[in-house]
């Protein structure tokens, strides 16, 4: 069966600190992987998306990052968070038209 | 450009009552169709989808939604909400051939169940 994990939980980080934040996808090769936000209240924007290791295309500028070391493992980063960073974020993979979540970080910047 | 609109940002029923909760779609093919669920500090979670076919839907939970072309949109429904219901509701669609398997979100609606 194939599982997705996100790391970690939760986190609070100080204004200009860095941050990353993982996903890792077991059972499925070569998926299709996403990064998702949600900001406090509010829908869900894709940031990102990869189709293949070491390929990322960015959807929404929110001075972030992303990369694909590995063909299961997605990671988002960023060498200086700012306040509007804090929110809900969410990987997920597709296979076909199915979509599969991840649990998803809890992110608090103050 | 394609947009989905959940016109109700939250609504309030009481535990056993029958549940509507409206989602509408604007784009000029008919896209996949989802509605997500969203618990108190938890990821989300497929009800259930729509891609051709009878547009009435069974979902989890006794969820289900009906697909209407003309009027584009894709309500979801129960018969009896149970307290447990209480959540965030996210419909979303996609669209056929897109590479990118973008999901489009709209802004939610918060289902609040009175005991």
């Known amino acids: ?110 | 450009a394609q947009s989905v609109t959940q016109p109700d940002a939250r609504v309030t029923v009481s535990e056993g009552a029958s549940l509507q909760l409206r989602c509408k779609y604007s784009s000029s093919v008919t896209p996949y169709l989802f509605w997500y669920v969203q618990y108190p500090r938890q990821g989300l979670q497929l009800l259930l989808k729509y891609y051709s076919g009878d547009p009435v839907v069974q979902g989890v939970n006794g969820f289900e939604a009906e697909f209407s072309k003309s009027n584009s949109s894709f309500h979801l429904r129960k018969a009896s909400v149970h307290w447990s219901d209480s959540a965030v509701y996210f419909c979303a669609v996609s669209y056929r051939g897109s590479a990118l398997g973008r999901l489009h979100f709209g802004a939610g609606t918060q289902l609040i169940v009175i005991p």
């Open chain 1, 1 to 110: 069966a194939q599982t997705i994990h996100q790391w970690p939980v939760a986190e609070i980080k100080a204004v200009g600190s860095p941050l990353s934040l993982g996903c890792t996808i077991k059972g499925k090769s070569s998926p299709n992987l996403y990064w998702y936000w949600q900001a406090t209240g509010g829908t869900l924007q894709q940031l990102f998306y990869s189709i293949t290791v070491g390929q990322v295309e960015s959807v929404v500028q929110l001075n972030l990052s992303a990369s694909r070391p590995k063909d299961d493992q997605f990671i988002l980063s960023t060498e200086k968070l700012l306040l509007s960073h804090s929110g809900f974020y969410l990987c997920a993979w597709t296979t076909n038209s199915d979509y599969t979540f991840g649990s998803g970080t809890r992110l608090l910047v103050i």
